[in-house]
């Protein structure tokens, strides 16, 4: 079983890019799916990330505050200004901006400390800034969606905030409780995470295409290159950022990665819960969970064979 989970963790981009075509050529396979499963597949995700962390992974934030700030700093300024940019110099349809926005303004994804550990980066930045940027995103996600996207859509900031309180924090919180009261259960589990949240945020990818087929299949070329410009621009930026700064090299992958790496699924179900009359708001996201997994395989590669570290700071 542990050699079948390890499998299908290991491949998750192959999964990912498997449901959403599947989902484009028979979507009536999902349509029956109601979109609030989206909720509790996402929580299912986060309460598996709260079964990995340890209270010492937030340590980071003390020993180190210079380069958590520097990490959050980008990650909640970049992808959002980005998003904002893209969106209308593409000149964007107010749903599909709104998705993109979402997807900007959302913390950093679950799969980047994978990626990172992957790419030979400082995986303890990434685990922090993982951990701090979802702590902070009740407020600033909402309220950054707001700045960017509430003038022409209606964004209620303080349904989004409790929204990710109980998809987001109280399935970590619960995690973290579970971990500190079971640890001998956890340690069993831990093994068959990856593979439950693969296939959760798979099938969250599969219901949102499904349910937009139609419409992804008449104009999702140009939802593609943007939802891939805005990750390989963040990516790109959030590496400048660590140079320009002059932090390692390990800490420059971590924070690129941290970045580039958003949680769609997050983007995903507050578009579809929140903004319902905007159903195409919902592709964006589901789109990034598809791309993001892709291109974060091909970055981890290009940093371990041609980004090697010279000075370490």
């Known amino acids: 079983m542990k ?86 110099v593409f000149g964007l349809d ?17 799969a980047s400390n994978v990626i990172t550990y992957l790419a ?40 989004m905030f409790l929204s990710i309180l109980w998809v987001v924090i109280l399935p970590i919180v619960v995690g973290l409780i579970v971990k500190s009261s079971w640890p001998k259960f956890t340690e069993k589990a831990v093994d068959y995470l990856p593979a439950i949240s693969t296939l959760a945020i798979t099938s969250i990818v599969g219901i949102v295409i ?19 410009l805005h990750n ?20 420059r992958k971590a924070i690129s990665i941290e970045v580039g790496m958003q949680n769609s699924g997050l983007a995903t179900s507050l578009a579809t819960i929140h903004f319902a009359a905007y159903p195409m708001a919902s592709i964006p996201g589901a789109v990034f969970s598809v791309w993001h997994n892709i291109s974060g395989a091909i970055v981890a590669r290009i940093f371990t064979r041609f980004v090697h570290d010279r000075t370490i700071r």
């Not at 702590?135 to 996600?141: Q, Y």
């Not at 499904?210 to 891939?228: E, W």
Request: hydrophobic fraction near 55%.
């Open 3 to 88: 050699t079948i989970c390890k499998y299908i963790s290991d491949y998750m981009g192959i999964w990912v890019l498997l449901a959403a075509v599947l989902a484009l050529l028979f979507p009536e396979v999902l349509s029956h799916v109601r979109p609030t499963v989206i909720n509790y597949l996402l929580g299912l995700v986060m309460f598996g990330m709260g079964l990995t962390l340890n209270l010492k992974d937030f340590k980071i934030v003390f020993s180190r505050p210079k380069d958590v700030i520097i990490g959050c700093l980008a990650q909640f300024t970049i992808m959002p200004l980005l998003a904002l940019t893209l969106s209308r």
């Open 94 to 110: 107010e749903a599909l901006a709104l998705g993109v926005v979402l997807v900007g303004c959302c913390p950093g994804g679950t």
């Open 120 to 159: 030979k980066g400082d995986l303890a930045l990434s685990v922090g800034m993982t951990g701090i940027s979802t702590l902070l995103a009740p407020f600033l996600t909402p309220l950054l969606t707001w700045l960017l996207a509430g003038k022409s859509v209606d964004v209620d900031v303080m349904s």
């Open 210 to 228: 499904a349910a937009n087929a139609g419409k992804i299949m008449s104009g999702g070329l140009i939802i593609i290159l943007i939802v891939a």
């Open 232 to 251: 390989v621009c963040g990516l790109c930026l959030g590496f400048l950022i660590g140079k320009l700064l002059g932090l390692s090299t390990p800490k």
